[in-house]
Protein backbone atom coordinates (compact mmCIF):
# COMPACT_ATOMS: atom_id res chain seq x y z
CA UNK A 1 0.00 0.00 0.00
CA UNK A 2 1.52 3.04 -1.15
CA UNK A 3 2.48 5.91 1.59
CA UNK A 4 -0.20 9.44 0.61
CA UNK A 5 1.38 12.53 1.42
CA UNK A 6 -2.45 13.80 0.70
CA UNK A 7 -3.77 15.71 3.67
CA UNK A 8 -6.28 13.33 5.31
CA UNK A 9 -9.41 14.49 7.09
CA UNK A 10 -11.73 13.41 9.55
CA UNK A 11 -13.85 11.16 7.62
CA UNK A 12 -11.08 9.38 6.45
CA UNK A 13 -8.81 8.67 9.62
CA UNK A 14 -11.62 9.40 12.00
CA UNK A 15 -9.55 11.82 13.97
CA UNK A 16 -10.09 15.64 14.19
CA UNK A 17 -7.26 18.38 13.13
CA UNK A 18 -7.45 20.23 16.20
CA UNK A 19 -3.36 21.15 16.94
CA UNK A 20 -2.46 24.44 15.39
CA UNK A 21 0.92 25.87 15.03
CA UNK A 22 1.69 27.26 18.63
CA UNK A 23 0.44 24.06 20.10
CA UNK A 24 2.59 21.95 17.47
CA UNK A 25 5.12 24.21 19.08
CA UNK A 26 4.31 23.24 22.76
CA UNK A 27 3.52 19.43 22.22
CA UNK A 28 7.12 19.57 20.94
CA UNK A 29 9.04 22.01 23.47
CA UNK A 30 7.11 19.44 26.06
CA UNK A 31 8.60 16.30 24.18
CA UNK A 32 12.13 17.87 24.72
CA UNK A 33 12.14 19.48 28.18
CA UNK A 34 11.68 16.49 30.56
CA UNK A 35 13.06 15.50 33.69
CA UNK A 36 16.87 15.34 32.60
CA UNK A 37 17.53 18.92 32.89
CA UNK A 38 16.70 18.77 36.41
CA UNK A 39 19.46 16.13 37.07
CA UNK A 40 22.09 15.95 34.04
CA UNK A 41 23.69 19.62 34.11
CA UNK A 42 25.65 17.84 37.32
CA UNK A 43 27.63 15.14 35.21
CA UNK A 44 28.06 17.61 32.64
CA UNK A 45 29.76 20.26 34.91
CA UNK A 46 31.96 17.24 36.45
CA UNK A 47 33.33 16.51 32.85
CA UNK A 48 33.83 20.21 31.62
CA UNK A 49 33.73 22.67 34.15
CA UNK A 50 32.82 26.04 33.09
CA UNK A 51 32.71 25.05 29.66
CA UNK A 52 30.15 22.85 29.98
CA UNK A 53 27.90 25.77 28.60
CA UNK A 54 29.68 25.81 25.75
CA UNK A 55 28.85 22.01 25.16
CA UNK A 56 25.21 22.60 25.61
CA UNK A 57 25.55 25.43 22.70
CA UNK A 58 27.23 22.67 20.63
CA UNK A 59 24.95 20.13 21.19
CA UNK A 60 22.02 22.32 20.05
CA UNK A 61 23.87 22.91 16.97
CA UNK A 62 24.31 18.91 16.59
CA UNK A 63 20.65 18.07 17.27
CA UNK A 64 19.83 21.31 15.50
CA UNK A 65 21.33 19.53 12.11
CA UNK A 66 19.39 16.65 12.85
CA UNK A 67 15.80 18.87 12.96
CA UNK A 68 16.56 20.95 10.20
CA UNK A 69 17.06 17.01 8.52
CA UNK A 70 12.97 16.33 10.38
CA UNK A 71 12.09 19.27 9.16
CA UNK A 72 12.16 19.27 5.76
CA UNK A 73 11.45 15.69 5.50
CA UNK A 74 7.87 16.55 7.92
CA UNK A 75 6.99 18.89 5.52
CA UNK A 76 6.19 16.53 2.90
CA UNK A 77 3.83 14.91 4.78
CA UNK A 78 0.03 15.22 6.68
CA UNK A 79 -0.20 12.03 7.98
CA UNK A 80 0.20 10.34 11.25
CA UNK A 81 3.19 8.23 12.21
CA UNK A 82 6.07 10.66 11.83
CA UNK A 83 9.61 9.28 11.39
CA UNK A 84 7.81 5.38 10.55
CA UNK A 85 6.00 7.09 7.91
CA UNK A 86 8.89 8.87 6.63
CA UNK A 87 11.31 5.97 6.89
CA UNK A 88 8.65 3.51 4.82
CA UNK A 89 8.45 6.12 1.88
CA UNK A 90 12.33 6.75 1.53
CA UNK A 91 12.98 3.33 1.61
CA UNK A 92 10.61 0.95 2.04
CA UNK A 93 8.38 -1.29 3.91
CA UNK A 94 11.53 -2.92 5.74
CA UNK A 95 13.23 0.24 7.34
CA UNK A 96 10.20 1.62 7.58
CA UNK A 97 9.21 -0.83 10.07
CA UNK A 98 13.03 -1.13 11.65
CA UNK A 99 12.48 2.84 11.97
CA UNK A 100 9.04 2.08 13.59
CA UNK A 101 10.51 -0.43 16.34
CA UNK A 102 13.42 1.52 17.19
CA UNK A 103 11.41 4.45 17.49
CA UNK A 104 8.47 3.27 19.88
CA UNK A 105 11.94 1.44 21.64
CA UNK A 106 13.22 4.67 22.55
CA UNK A 107 10.35 6.60 23.02
CA UNK A 108 8.65 4.08 25.45
CA UNK A 109 11.86 3.86 27.58
CA UNK A 110 12.32 7.96 27.93
CA UNK A 111 8.94 8.25 29.31
CA UNK A 112 9.63 5.56 31.59
CA UNK A 113 12.57 6.73 32.67
CA UNK A 114 11.10 10.21 33.60
CA UNK A 115 8.42 8.74 35.76
CA UNK A 116 10.96 7.26 37.74
CA UNK A 117 12.18 10.39 38.78
CA UNK A 118 8.85 11.33 39.23
CA UNK A 119 8.95 8.77 42.37
CA UNK A 120 11.74 9.92 43.47
CA UNK A 121 11.20 14.10 43.21
CA UNK A 122 8.02 13.17 45.32
CA UNK A 123 10.12 11.30 47.89
CA UNK A 124 10.83 15.45 49.11
CA UNK A 125 7.60 15.42 50.53
CA UNK A 126 6.64 11.90 50.97
CA UNK A 127 10.20 9.42 51.45
CA UNK A 128 7.54 6.81 51.86
CA UNK A 129 6.57 6.70 48.16
CA UNK A 130 10.11 5.00 47.48
CA UNK A 131 9.03 1.77 49.10
CA UNK A 132 7.86 -1.34 46.06
CA UNK A 133 4.03 -0.82 47.06
CA UNK A 134 3.64 3.10 47.33
CA UNK A 135 5.93 3.33 44.27
CA UNK A 136 3.88 0.80 41.94
CA UNK A 137 0.85 2.82 43.19
CA UNK A 138 1.53 6.32 42.10
CA UNK A 139 3.45 4.95 38.70
CA UNK A 140 0.06 3.72 38.17
CA UNK A 141 -1.78 6.71 39.15
CA UNK A 142 0.74 9.06 37.23
CA UNK A 143 0.26 6.94 33.79
CA UNK A 144 -3.60 6.03 34.10
CA UNK A 145 -4.48 9.70 34.93
CA UNK A 146 -2.10 10.51 31.87
CA UNK A 147 -3.50 8.02 29.72
CA UNK A 148 -7.51 9.20 30.38
CA UNK A 149 -6.72 12.72 29.73
CA UNK A 150 -5.32 11.45 26.11
CA UNK A 151 -8.16 9.21 25.79
CA UNK A 152 -11.27 11.85 26.29
CA UNK A 153 -10.53 14.08 23.14
CA UNK A 154 -6.89 15.74 21.34
CA UNK A 155 -8.51 18.72 22.36
CA UNK A 156 -8.40 18.34 25.61
CA UNK A 157 -4.79 16.53 25.25
CA UNK A 158 -3.26 19.97 23.64
CA UNK A 159 -5.09 22.17 26.11
CA UNK A 160 -3.39 19.67 28.92
CA UNK A 161 -0.32 19.78 27.22
CA UNK A 162 -0.04 23.82 26.69
CA UNK A 163 -0.63 24.17 30.54
CA UNK A 164 2.35 21.61 31.51
CA UNK A 165 4.64 23.55 29.33
CA UNK A 166 4.07 26.68 30.59
CA UNK A 167 4.02 25.33 34.32
CA UNK A 168 7.42 23.13 34.09
CA UNK A 169 9.06 26.70 32.03
CA UNK A 170 8.38 28.85 34.72
CA UNK A 171 9.62 27.41 37.96
CA UNK A 172 13.33 26.77 35.38
CA UNK A 173 12.96 30.92 34.32
CA UNK A 174 13.03 31.33 38.40
CA UNK A 175 15.94 29.50 39.07
CA UNK A 176 17.84 30.73 35.75
CA UNK A 177 16.66 34.23 37.17
CA UNK A 178 17.22 34.14 40.61
CA UNK A 179 20.68 32.28 39.96
CA UNK A 180 21.40 35.09 37.44
CA UNK A 181 21.11 37.51 39.94
CA UNK A 182 23.37 35.74 42.92
CA UNK A 183 26.11 35.50 40.19
CA UNK A 184 25.63 39.08 39.56
CA UNK A 185 26.08 39.61 43.66
CA UNK A 186 28.38 37.26 44.73
CA UNK A 187 31.71 35.96 43.66
CA UNK A 188 31.41 32.40 42.07
CA UNK A 189 32.08 29.08 43.44
CA UNK A 190 34.72 27.72 40.59
CA UNK A 191 36.65 25.31 41.25
CA UNK A 192 40.05 25.04 39.59
CA UNK A 193 39.37 24.19 35.74
CA UNK A 194 41.24 21.42 34.20
CA UNK A 195 43.78 22.56 31.42
CA UNK A 196 43.34 19.88 29.41
CA UNK A 197 40.01 18.50 29.12
CA UNK A 198 40.20 15.21 26.64
CA UNK A 199 38.20 14.94 23.59
CA UNK A 200 36.40 11.74 25.52
CA UNK A 201 34.75 14.53 28.07
CA UNK A 202 33.55 16.89 24.91
CA UNK A 203 31.69 14.09 23.24
CA UNK A 204 30.43 12.61 26.55
CA UNK A 205 28.89 15.49 27.52
CA UNK A 206 27.66 16.21 24.04
CA UNK A 207 25.55 12.96 24.37
CA UNK A 208 24.53 13.77 26.91
CA UNK A 209 23.01 17.80 26.37
CA UNK A 210 21.49 15.54 23.05
CA UNK A 211 20.01 13.48 24.89
CA UNK A 212 18.38 16.47 26.93
CA UNK A 213 17.53 18.13 24.02
CA UNK A 214 15.98 15.06 22.12
CA UNK A 215 12.78 13.45 21.82
CA UNK A 216 11.04 16.34 19.49
CA UNK A 217 10.43 13.97 16.99
CA UNK A 218 7.25 12.22 18.81
CA UNK A 219 5.39 15.99 17.93
CA UNK A 220 5.34 14.82 14.11
CA UNK A 221 3.80 11.29 15.00
CA UNK A 222 0.01 12.78 15.53
CA UNK A 223 0.06 14.99 11.85
CA UNK A 224 -3.35 13.60 11.14
CA UNK A 225 -4.78 15.83 13.99
CA UNK A 226 -2.34 18.87 12.97
CA UNK A 227 -4.42 21.58 10.98
CA UNK A 228 -1.77 22.26 8.64
CA UNK A 229 1.04 19.84 9.20
CA UNK A 230 2.93 20.42 6.25
CA UNK A 231 3.49 24.43 6.99
CA UNK A 232 3.83 23.81 10.98
CA UNK A 233 6.18 21.18 11.56
CA UNK A 234 9.03 23.10 10.47
CA UNK A 235 7.93 26.29 12.63
CA UNK A 236 7.34 23.93 15.38
CA UNK A 237 10.64 22.35 15.24
CA UNK A 238 12.95 25.45 14.95
CA UNK A 239 10.80 27.00 18.05
CA UNK A 240 11.44 24.20 19.88
CA UNK A 241 15.23 23.96 19.50
CA UNK A 242 15.38 27.51 20.00
CA UNK A 243 13.47 27.80 23.38
CA UNK A 244 15.33 24.34 24.41
CA UNK A 245 19.03 25.18 23.67
CA UNK A 246 18.23 28.46 25.11
CA UNK A 247 17.11 27.17 28.71
CA UNK A 248 19.61 24.34 28.50
CA UNK A 249 22.01 26.67 28.05
CA UNK A 250 21.36 29.10 31.03
CA UNK A 251 20.95 26.74 33.57
CA UNK A 252 24.25 24.59 32.48
CA UNK A 253 25.17 28.12 33.50
CA UNK A 254 24.03 28.55 36.74
CA UNK A 255 24.85 25.38 37.56
CA UNK A 256 28.30 25.43 37.41
CA UNK A 257 28.77 28.99 38.41
CA UNK A 258 27.00 28.18 41.82
CA UNK A 259 28.12 24.66 42.42
CA UNK A 260 31.36 25.05 40.59
CA UNK A 261 32.58 22.59 38.39
CA UNK A 262 32.73 19.64 40.40
CA UNK A 263 29.23 19.55 41.68
CA UNK A 264 28.21 16.32 42.79
CA UNK A 265 24.36 16.22 43.89
CA UNK A 266 21.89 14.55 41.80
CA UNK A 267 19.60 17.58 42.41
CA UNK A 268 21.27 20.35 40.94
CA UNK A 269 18.52 22.70 40.23
CA UNK A 270 17.11 22.04 43.62
CA UNK A 271 20.26 23.18 45.50
CA UNK A 272 20.82 26.29 43.03
CA UNK A 273 17.52 27.73 44.18
CA UNK A 274 18.16 26.83 48.10
CA UNK A 275 21.58 28.92 47.87
CA UNK A 276 19.45 31.20 45.56
CA UNK A 277 15.95 31.43 47.22
CA UNK A 278 16.21 29.37 50.59
CA UNK A 279 14.32 26.10 51.28
CA UNK A 280 11.02 27.14 49.48
CA UNK A 281 13.11 27.51 46.58
CA UNK A 282 14.20 23.68 46.48
CA UNK A 283 10.23 22.83 46.81
CA UNK A 284 9.85 25.00 43.88
CA UNK A 285 12.11 22.83 41.72
CA UNK A 286 10.87 19.53 43.46
CA UNK A 287 7.34 20.90 42.13
CA UNK A 288 8.38 21.60 39.03
CA UNK A 289 10.69 19.03 38.02
CA UNK A 290 7.14 16.59 38.76
CA UNK A 291 5.13 18.72 36.66
CA UNK A 292 7.82 18.41 33.80
CA UNK A 293 7.69 14.76 33.88
CA UNK A 294 3.32 14.58 34.20
CA UNK A 295 3.71 17.21 31.02
CA UNK A 296 6.03 15.00 29.37
CA UNK A 297 3.96 12.00 29.83
CA UNK A 298 1.36 13.78 28.66
CA UNK A 299 3.22 14.95 25.78
CA UNK A 300 4.22 11.47 24.82
CA UNK A 301 0.97 9.96 24.83
CA UNK A 302 0.01 12.45 22.65
CA UNK A 303 2.57 11.56 20.02
CA UNK A 304 3.48 7.90 20.45
CA UNK A 305 0.14 5.81 19.79
CA UNK A 306 -0.34 7.78 16.67
CA UNK A 307 2.98 5.41 15.37
CA UNK A 308 1.24 1.72 16.00
CA UNK A 309 -2.13 3.55 14.84
CA UNK A 310 -0.36 4.80 11.36
CA UNK A 311 1.41 1.26 11.63
CA UNK A 312 -2.43 -0.57 11.41
CA UNK A 313 -3.60 2.04 8.87
CA UNK A 314 -0.53 0.12 6.83
CA UNK A 315 -1.90 -2.90 7.54
CA UNK A 316 1.50 -4.05 9.21
CA UNK A 317 -0.16 -4.49 12.72
CA UNK A 318 -3.80 -5.79 13.71
CA UNK A 319 -6.95 -2.97 13.00
CA UNK A 320 -7.50 -3.10 16.66
CA UNK A 321 -4.45 -0.59 17.24
CA UNK A 322 -6.25 2.16 14.25
CA UNK A 323 -9.41 1.87 16.03
CA UNK A 324 -11.10 5.13 16.63
CA UNK A 325 -13.83 6.27 19.50
CA UNK A 326 -16.32 7.12 17.98
CA UNK A 327 -17.38 9.78 21.46
CA UNK A 328 -13.87 11.08 21.41
CA UNK A 329 -12.39 10.43 18.10
CA UNK A 330 -9.08 9.38 19.49
CA UNK A 331 -7.29 5.90 18.90
CA UNK A 332 -8.61 4.81 22.01
CA UNK A 333 -6.59 0.87 21.79
CA UNK A 334 -3.37 2.44 20.78
CA UNK A 335 -3.33 4.96 23.90
CA UNK A 336 -4.15 2.02 26.53
CA UNK A 337 -1.50 0.05 24.69
CA UNK A 338 1.30 2.27 24.56
CA UNK A 339 0.03 3.44 28.40
CA UNK A 340 0.59 -0.52 29.01
CA UNK A 341 4.22 -0.34 27.86
CA UNK A 342 5.18 2.48 29.77
CA UNK A 343 4.01 1.27 33.14
CA UNK A 344 5.41 -2.11 32.91
CA UNK A 345 8.97 -0.89 31.60
CA UNK A 346 8.54 2.05 34.36
CA UNK A 347 7.98 -0.81 37.37
CA UNK A 348 10.95 -3.27 36.02
CA UNK A 349 13.45 -0.81 34.81
CA UNK A 350 15.84 1.58 36.54
CA UNK A 351 16.30 5.17 35.28
CA UNK A 352 19.95 4.30 33.88
CA UNK A 353 18.94 1.38 32.11
CA UNK A 354 15.76 2.94 30.21
CA UNK A 355 17.89 5.90 29.65
CA UNK A 356 20.90 3.78 27.54
CA UNK A 357 18.10 2.09 25.78
CA UNK A 358 16.51 5.45 24.34
CA UNK A 359 19.95 7.26 23.23
CA UNK A 360 20.93 4.21 21.31
CA UNK A 361 17.45 3.89 19.40
CA UNK A 362 17.09 7.14 18.74
CA UNK A 363 20.61 7.63 17.44
CA UNK A 364 19.81 4.78 14.64
CA UNK A 365 16.59 6.67 13.38
CA UNK A 366 18.11 9.75 13.16
CA UNK A 367 20.62 8.50 10.95
CA UNK A 368 17.72 7.39 8.69
CA UNK A 369 15.60 10.26 8.47
CA UNK A 370 18.59 12.56 7.74
CA UNK A 371 19.48 9.91 5.02
CA UNK A 372 15.69 10.36 3.87
CA UNK A 373 15.89 14.10 3.01
CA UNK A 374 18.39 13.15 0.26
CA UNK A 375 16.09 9.72 -0.81
CA UNK A 376 12.70 12.12 -0.94
CA UNK A 377 14.60 14.89 -3.21
CA UNK A 378 14.72 12.10 -6.10
CA UNK A 379 11.42 10.53 -5.37
CA UNK A 380 9.31 13.60 -4.80
CA UNK A 381 11.23 16.52 -5.30
CA UNK A 382 8.45 19.17 -5.99
CA UNK A 383 6.57 17.77 -2.46
CA UNK A 384 8.28 19.59 0.09
CA UNK A 385 6.72 22.91 1.84
CA UNK A 386 10.61 23.26 3.46
CA UNK A 387 13.59 22.59 1.66
CA UNK A 388 16.94 23.18 3.45
CA UNK A 389 20.32 25.13 1.60
CA UNK A 390 22.94 23.16 0.91
CA UNK A 391 22.33 20.59 -1.12
CA UNK A 392 23.30 17.55 0.40
CA UNK A 393 25.66 19.49 3.36
CA UNK A 394 22.17 19.48 6.15
CA UNK A 395 21.86 15.68 5.87
CA UNK A 396 25.54 14.16 5.64
CA UNK A 397 26.52 16.69 8.51
CA UNK A 398 23.22 14.65 10.47
CA UNK A 399 24.67 11.23 9.62
CA UNK A 400 28.38 12.39 10.37
CA UNK A 401 27.08 13.69 14.06
CA UNK A 402 24.60 10.47 14.81
CA UNK A 403 27.84 8.28 13.96
CA UNK A 404 30.35 10.45 15.82
CA UNK A 405 27.64 10.56 18.93
CA UNK A 406 27.20 6.35 18.47
CA UNK A 407 31.23 6.02 19.47
CA UNK A 408 30.11 7.00 23.30
CA UNK A 409 27.35 4.75 23.88
CA UNK A 410 27.20 2.61 26.58
CA UNK A 411 26.59 -0.87 24.67
CA UNK A 412 25.49 -2.47 27.96
CA UNK A 413 22.00 -2.99 27.00
CA UNK A 414 22.91 -4.50 23.70
CA UNK A 415 20.90 -7.80 23.77
CA UNK A 416 17.78 -5.88 24.18
CA UNK A 417 18.35 -3.76 21.21
CA UNK A 418 19.50 -7.08 19.10
CA UNK A 419 16.57 -8.28 20.07
CA UNK A 420 14.20 -4.96 18.81
CA UNK A 421 16.29 -5.82 15.83
CA UNK A 422 15.18 -9.57 15.60
CA UNK A 423 11.72 -8.94 16.05
CA UNK A 424 11.16 -6.06 14.00
CA UNK A 425 13.30 -8.23 10.94
CA UNK A 426 10.57 -10.86 11.88
CA UNK A 427 7.40 -8.70 12.09
CA UNK A 428 8.70 -7.46 8.52
CA UNK A 429 8.99 -11.28 6.93
CA UNK A 430 5.29 -11.87 8.77
CA UNK A 431 3.52 -9.06 6.85
CA UNK A 432 5.89 -10.07 3.32
CA UNK A 433 4.79 -14.03 3.63
CA UNK A 434 1.13 -12.86 4.51
CA UNK A 435 0.88 -10.20 1.45
CA UNK A 436 2.43 -12.37 -1.11
CA UNK A 437 0.10 -14.79 0.31
CA UNK A 438 -2.95 -12.59 -0.17
CA UNK A 439 -1.32 -12.02 -3.94
CA UNK A 440 -0.67 -8.31 -2.46
CA UNK A 441 2.35 -6.12 -3.66
CA UNK A 442 4.72 -5.54 -0.81
Same mark, same amino acid.
Given at each position: ?28 ? *? ?14 ? *?????Y ?36 R ?5 L ?63 T?? *? *? ?50 L ?58 V ?65 Y ?19 S ?9 V ?68 A ?5
Open positions: MPVSTARSGVAESGLVRAIGRWSLAALAI *NSVIGSGVFGLPAFVA *NLLGRSTLAALIAAVAIGIIMACFAEVSSRFSEAGGPYLYAAAFGRIGILVGWFFYLALTTAPAANANLFVIYLAEFWPAVKQPWPRILILTLLVGLTALINLLGVRQSVA *N *NVFTVAKILPLLVVIIAGGVMIAFRPAAILPQALHIGASSWLKATVLMVFLGGFESALAPMSEAKNPRRDAAFALFATLIVSAAIYALIQWVVVELLGSSATSDRPLAEARLSLGNRGASLVAIGAMLSVWGYLGAKLLGMPRLTFALAQQHELPSIFCAVSRRFQTPWFSIVFAAVIWILAIIGSFAWNVTLVIARLFYYGICAAVIALRHSQAEAAKFRLPGGALFPVLGIGVCIMLATQVDLSQSRIVAATLATAILHWAWIRHRSHGGQRS
